[in-house]
């Protein structure tokens, strides 16, 4: 038995030399944490959400039946002046009958 | 911990960590493949562990498993690798012979018998270093050792290759 682990014992795996150690060097560098990782990642976000929000806001300017702005209208019905006002709220006033007579002409 | 923490335990234990992972694929590319990827995924770790070293050599051997895994057998390559240190060249053809066989030997052993008798006969590693890689008692890493080189020596005798 000695004779056999002397005869293997005279053999030893050799250092790699296929570019082992700088390949895993080169992968170690590669992904090493970026410390700006982070400030990136937040400044973008925020980029994202302010084109978001601009985007929301030119969509709902340019919809003429969501527009915020009050429109009035103003006709002749059957000789009759009307004034139609859309869009005006007026708080706990809604309900009340001459709330429709002071909009509605 | 120093940020350069990985790339520093790489340089200490490069060749260590590369014996460990061909202790268990047998192959040098996939042992390669194994420590690069532990070692970046150590890299890509938040935090960082208690103790870096026992760490990465778990991470090491078990890249190497999974590596290996859906493989039938263990291929042995690794006697392209053996060096005969006193005449530091490659072995005589008749001693390359003898290793050959060695190298087919190891196939027959348990994976526990042959990454012993790999990290230890030809990768000049301590029985307590192995001890500790594996996280088992020095008594079961000898006692490994001594069946696997028993069961061994026995093939190439039955064989009569020894």
């Not at chain 1, 019905?77 to 009340?96: A, D, F, K, S, T």
């Not at chain 2, 070293?53 to 057998?73: E, F, M, Q």
């Not at chain 2, 690794?78 to 012979?97: C, K, N, T």
Request: glycine share 8%; charged share 25%.
């Amino acid at each position: 038995m000695e004779n056999f682990e002397e005869r293997l014992g005279r053999y030893r795996l050799a250092e790699p030399t296929d570019g082992y150690k700088e390949r895993v060097l080169s992968g170690i560098h590669a992904r090493r944490p970026n410390r700006l990782g982070p400030w990136v990642w937040s400044m973008a976000a925020l980029l994202l959400l302010s084109i978001s929000l601009n985007i929301y806001q030119l969509g709902v300017a340019g919809s003429g039946s969501r527009s915020l702005e009050p429109r009035v209208a103003d006709t002749q019905h059957r000789g009759v002046r009307v004034i139609q006002v859309q869009n005006v709220y007026v708080p706990g006033e809604l309900n009340r009958p001459d709330v429709k007579a002071r909009e509605y002409f | 911990m120093h940020p350069n923490w990985v790339e520093n335990l790489f340089l200490e234990h490069s060749r260590k960590f590369y014996l460990v992972a061909l202790g268990i694929t047998g192959q040098r590319e996939l042992a390669a493949d194994a420590v690069h990827d532990a070692m970046v995924s150590l890299v890509r770790s938040r935090s960082t562990p208690d103790d870096p070293t026992a760490y990465a050599y778990r991470s090491v051997r078990n890249r190497a498993i999974r590596l290996s895994t859906g493989r039938d057998r263990f291929v042995v390559s690794i006697e392209e690798f053996l060096v005969d240190d006193a005449e530091s060249e490659a072995p005589q053809p008749e001693e390359a012979a003898f290793l050959h066989e060695v190298c087919q030997g190891l196939e027959d052993l348990s994976p526990d018998q042959r990454e012993t008798l790999v990290l230890h006969l030809f990768g000049g590693m301590t029985f307590r270093e192995i001890a500790e890689i594996r996280e088992i008692s020095l008594n079961t890493i000898t006692s490994w050792y001594r069946r696997g080189i028993g069961a061994l020596r026995r093939g190439l005798v039955h064989d009569g290759k020894f």
